[in-house]
């Protein structure tokens, strides 16, 4: 519980500082080139995602008041698997993001070199 606990102190507020930096370039959007804001959002999007689903996938099976949640899923047969696939499949779609990420920002720097020469 404890470090749960730690965990979630650190979590929430990270979670809405990440959140106050999507509204912030959202509003100012106008200033950044159309992918980087569409691949900052898609990464935003998948990041939280990601941050839910291992949460309720890894960390809070140790905790009493998410028991009858993993009661409930063991009943089914398909929810379990669906989180095992999407902690593999989204820790992907992360790194692809900050590939995407990354070469958008080295082309937007050798476009800026290109147009001086």
């Not at 979670?15 to 999507?22: F, K, S």
């Not at 499949?89 to 920002?105: E, K, P």
Request: aromatic share 18%; proline share 3%; net charge positive.
């Amino acid at each position: 519980m404890s470090q749960n606990l730690v965990q979630i102190c650190y979590g929430i507020p990270g979670v809405a500082i990440y959140a106050l930096t999507v509204v912030s370039i959202i509003s100012i959007r106008a200033r950044f080139s159309s992918t980087f804001v569409a691949i900052y959002l898609l990464t935003a999007v998948t990041n939280l995602i990601t941050y839910v689903n291992a949460w309720t996938t890894l960390r809070l099976l140790t905790e009493q008041w998410f028991f009858p949640y993993y009661n409930f899923i063991n009943q089914t047969v398909t929810i379990p698997y669906i989180h095992q696939f999407l902690i593999g499949y989204m820790y992907y779609n992360q790194n692809i993001n900050a590939s995407l990420l990354t070469i958008d920002r080295f082309i937007a720097i050798a476009g800026v070199k290109w147009k001086k020469v």
